[in-house]
């Protein structure tokens, strides 16, 4: 993958790679749930039949082991098998389904199958030019009346392009899970020091019904 400067970037599959047992060293790790995701299921009462979620782009797993001990029937995949492995190996005993998938070529079977799909911090880390396939599939896997919850950080449109990942999402980027007929039901919008990029964590749902 090559940033704007034109300067080869390592894939993920490389990084998981090179961090071999030392998780922590993985730029991104926080082995541990995103604190955003826990404290809004913190929110929410358990549910009560095992409601299919989804865990796009899982990392090392955390955050599907955190909506498995909570209840749900989860599937979480990665383009990197090298974290699938690692997933697998960290929770021996875990009942999520843990894929190896790349966003942009799910298969059909996760098409509106999921009550509840969670993307933490995927879409930053995307080329540009892949993310409204990536926003259309994952707004693809939510079933009817289910829930998208989204979290990234965000940035402006005529801005220079970063050197290096996370590259900002644009807010006419997210337009596209509305787009692909989702409602926005909540917004939460932290700029930790004003004038950064801000964090947001979204909430969509698809309408009820056919
Ligand atoms: C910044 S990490 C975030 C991981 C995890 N969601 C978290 O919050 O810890 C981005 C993840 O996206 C995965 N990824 C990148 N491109 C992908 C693609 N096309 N399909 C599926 N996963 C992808 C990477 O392997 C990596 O695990």
Redesign the pocket.
Known sequence: MRAASGEELPS??EI?AWAGDDLASVP???LAP?PLLVMWLNGRSAPAAQPPAL??????G??AEELASRGYSVTA????AT?ITQCRRRFPASRVRYQV????GLPDAMTRRFSLVA????L???PRP?RPR?VAAIAGTVAPGGLLFVRCQAGGEGEPEAAE??WPVWRSELAGFTAAGLIQADLIDQAPVPAQHPFLRLIYQRPAGP
């Open positions: 993920f599959e998981y991104w790790a926080r995103h865990v796009v782009a899982c990392g090392l955390d955050d995949f990665d383009v990197s974290a998938a790349d966003v942009l993307e933490i911090n995927t930053q880390s995307l892949d990536a990942r996370p």
